[in-house]
C-alpha cells in the first residue's frame, strides 16, 4: 500500500512568489492534515481537510489556504511568500477522525526555502 | 488552548542506560500519540495511548497515559544507538477536532556508544 505522497520534495521561492503544494493521500484515507516545521516554532497544525471540506484550521495568516479534491488529494498554496515561511511542510492522511486509533500517518514533507 | 510540554528537550544517553520522557498537556484529551523523527526524515508513528493506564510496548520503548494528570511518559530500555531521534508526543481536543494534532517541542535523544 503506498504511502502520503507528496511533491515537490524541495522548492525554492523568492520573497513575494506563490507556492502550491501537492499531497496524495493513502488509498481510502478522506481526512488529510498540514504542518508547518521549523526549528524555532516546532511543528504547527495548518488545517486539516475531510470530504472536500476544511474542518480544522490553525492560526497562520490567509496567505496559507488549502484545497481537496474528490479523490480526497489536497494542495496547500502559500502566497505573497515570506523569508520566515521557510520550513518542512508536512501532509498527514488518515481514515476519519473518530475511529479511536485513528493515526495520522506524514508524507515525506516539502522543504520550501524562500530567498 | 491546548498546549503541550516535553521534558527533557535534549537527552544525550550512554548505550544500555534507561530514561524517561514525559510529555504534560494542558487540557482534556482523549488520544494521545507518539511520534519519531529522524534527521530529515518524516514522522513515523509509534504509539496511541487511548484511556487512563493505557500502556504500550514495541521493543525498547514503553509509553503510558495517566489522564488525570495529564501525563504520558516515553521509557526507554537499554537504550541502542538505533533510538537516536527526536521523539514527539501529540494529542488531540477530541470533538471535530480530531485531525488537528498539536505537539510538542520534541525530545533530541542521542545515545553514545
Known amino acids: 500500500k503506498a504511502g502520503v505522497t507528496q511533491t515537490p520534495r524541495y522548492l525554492i521561492k523568492t520573497r513575494g512568489q506563490q507556492v502550491t503544494l501537492s499531497c496524495s493521500p493513502i488509498s481510502g484515507h478522506r481526512s488529510v492534515s498540514w504542518y508547518q516545521q521549523t526549528p524555532g516554532q516546532g511543528l504547527q497544525f495548518l488545517f486539516e481537510?475531510?470530504?472536500?471540506?476544511?474542518?480544522n484550521k490553525g492560526n497562520f495568516p490567509g496567505r496559507f489556504s488549502g484545497r481537496q479534491f474528490s479523490n480526497s488529494r489536497s494542495e496547500m498554496n502559500v502566497s505573497t511568500l515570506e523569508l520566515g515561511d521557510s520550513a518542512l511542510y508536512l501532509c498527514?492522511?488518515?481514515?476519519?477522525?473518530?475511529?479511536?486509533?485513528?493515526?495520522?500517518?506524514f508524507g515525506a514533507g516539502t522543504r520550501l526555502s524562500v530567498l | 488552548e491546548l498546549k503541550v510540554e516535553q521534558n527533557p528537550l535534549f537527552l544525550s544517553m550512554q548505550e544500555g542506560k534507561n530514561y524517561t520522557i514525559y510529555c504534560n498537556y494542558s487540557?482534556?484529551?482523549?488520544?494521545l500519540y507518539w511520534y519519531r523523527q529522524d534527521p530529515g526524515k518524516s514522522l513515523e508513528s509509534l504509539f496511541v495511548?487511548?484511556?487512563?493506564?493505557a500502556v504500550k510496548q514495541e521493543g525498547r520503548l514503553m509509553a503510558s497515559l495517566d489522564t488525570k494528570a495529564r501525563l504520558s511518559t516515553l521509557h526507554i530500555t537499554a537504550a541502542v544507538h538505533d533510538l537516536s531521534a527526536t521523539y514527539f508526543c501529540a494529542v488531540t481536543a477530541g470533538g471535530t477536532s480530531y485531525g488537528k494534532l498539536t505537539f510538542g517541542q520534541g525530545t533530541i535523544l542521542t545515545v553514545h556508544p
Open positions: 487540557t482534556t484529551s482523549d488520544r
Open positions: 495511548l487511548l484511556s487512563n493506564g
Open positions: 481537510y475531510f470530504s472536500e471540506t476544511q474542518r
Open positions: 498527514a492522511s488518515s481514515l476519519q477522525g473518530r475511529l479511536p486509533k485513528n493515526i495520522q500517518y
